[in-house]
């Protein structure tokens, strides 16, 4: 199990900066001051994040025989783990304390929100699978 948590966490931090280099770019063109100091492709990753594990949650919690442990445990601390990370999401609010606290504000709440909203919805989701 450890080699499949260590190759997949390779492929969740190379789904991470794919995404991020489609996002930031798309996300500068199409928003003015203040909000393009928002970091939208951490926003975006961070939250599909937390509704992928709550999906891989729910199928492990409902399918506890035949591995579906094993598969939570590569896709959530392999790929997930690595798709996803808290840090960044603190450097940002860091800087976005420096520039603008509403922004901040809008960072923190909203990604800690959204994330538990669609972690939830995802649970749900995944018992059902």
């Known amino acids: 199990m450890g080699i499949g948590v260590f190759l997949a966490g390779g492929l969740g931090a190379l789904s991470r900066a794919g995404v991020d280099a489609l996002v930031k770019p798309w996300w500068k063109k199409r928003v003015t001051e203040p909000s393009r100091a928002f970091p939208a492709s951490t926003f975006l990753i961070n939250v599909s994040g937390a509704f992928v594990l709550g999906i891989v949650t729910g199928y492990a919690a409902k399918n506890a025989a035949g591995g579906a442990q094993d598969f939570a445990a590569i896709a959530g601390v392999g790929?997930?783990?690595?798709?996803?990370?808290?840090?960044t999401e603190e450097w940002h609010?860091?800087?976005?304390?420096?520039?603008?606290?509403?922004?901040?504000?809008?960072?923190?709440?909203?990604?800690?929100?959204a994330s538990l909203v669609l972690a939830a919805f995802g649970l749900w989701l995944g018992g059902l699978i």
């Open 93 to 113: 609010t860091m800087g976005l304390l420096r520039k603008n606290a509403a922004v901040e504000a809008f960072n923190v709440l909203g990604s800690l929100g």
């Open 79 to 87: 790929f997930l783990g690595a798709y996803t990370t808290f840090s």
